[in-house]
T-cell receptor, first 115, second 113 residues
Framework: DAGVIQSPRHEVTEMGQEVTLRCKPI?????LFWYRQTMMRGLELLIY????????DSGMPEDRFSAKMPNASFSTLKIQPSEPRDSAVYFC?????????????FGPGTRLTVL | DQQVKQNSPSLSVQEGRISILNCDYT??????FLWYKKYPAEGPTFLIS?????DKNEDGRFTVFLNKSAKHLSLHIVPSQPGDSAVYFC????????????FGTGTKLQVIP
């Protein structure tokens, strides 16, 4: 299994531009999470999907952020317009919901820099 | 409001000695705790976990201790090896719902050869 796949690995853009981050979860997993890592706040959950449906988006910082999961094998996180304070590493994680606890498997992350 | 706190951003330990990473939490509903390990340019990977019905869980060189009354847990690595150098995230979850995992800010461990 290739694990969780994220693209691009690095993104440098200018303030005001649209940014789209992509994620392919592990086949068979039905839960998908988007996280943002910063020095000050650590790993913050942005949004959680279960069976392609957004369940908890309370962590999405503002309307500039949106996420979609059109099918079980693909999700996107979009920032429009981007701002310098959005610079961070964005992780996608997937898990299979069942049993007492569902270990989350993380992708390698996308390092976003907004100039 | 940081519900899971790792107050030490970094820690340096000599190879062969014990590494102790600490974590505090504020939400009394948390009943499952995890440690994730992260190498540079990689995503976090699950390391070890503990349920609130236990106060200790051991896996090889890694042991997690839980003190529920103090809302404190710690990860012990004995003996520490240079390959253990990484960022360690403490995380917590509450039963019910979808088991949302709340992460701390991480502690960067450096094991010096």
């Amino acid at each position: 299994d290739a694990g969780v796949i994220q693209s691009p690995r690095h993104e440098v853009t200018e303030m005001g531009q649209e940014v789209t981050l992509r994620c392919k979860p592990i086949s068979g997993h039905n839960s998908l999470f988007w996280y943002r890592q910063t020095m000050m706040r650590g790993l913050e959950l942005l949004i959680y999907f279960n069976n392609n449906v957004p369940i908890d988006d309370s962590g999405m910082p503002e309307d500039r952020f949106s996420a979609k999961m059109p099918n079980a094998s693909f999700s996107t996180l979009k920032i429009q317009p981007s701002e310098p304070r959005d610079s961070a590493v964005y992780f996608c994680a997937s898990s299979f919901s069942g049993g007492k606890f569902n270990e989350q498997f993380f992708g390698p992350g996308t390092r976003l820099t907004v100039l | 409001d940081q519900q899971v706190k790792q107050n030490s951003p970094s820690l340096s330990v000599q190879e062969g000695r014990i590494s102790i990473l600490n974590c505090d939490y504020t939400n009394s509903m948390f009943d499952y705790f995890l440690w994730y390990k992260k190498y540079p340019a990689e995503g976090p990977t699950f390391l070890i976990s503990i349920s609130s019905i236990k106060d200790k869980n051991e896996d090889g060189r890694f042991t997690v201790f839980l003190n529920k009354s103090a809302k404190h847990l710690s990860l012990h690595i004995v003996p520490s090896q240079p390959g253990d150098s990484a960022v360690y995230f403490c995380a917590a979850s509450a039963s019910g719902g979808y088991q949302k995992v709340t992460f701390g800010t991480g502690t960067k461990l450096q094991v010096i050869p």
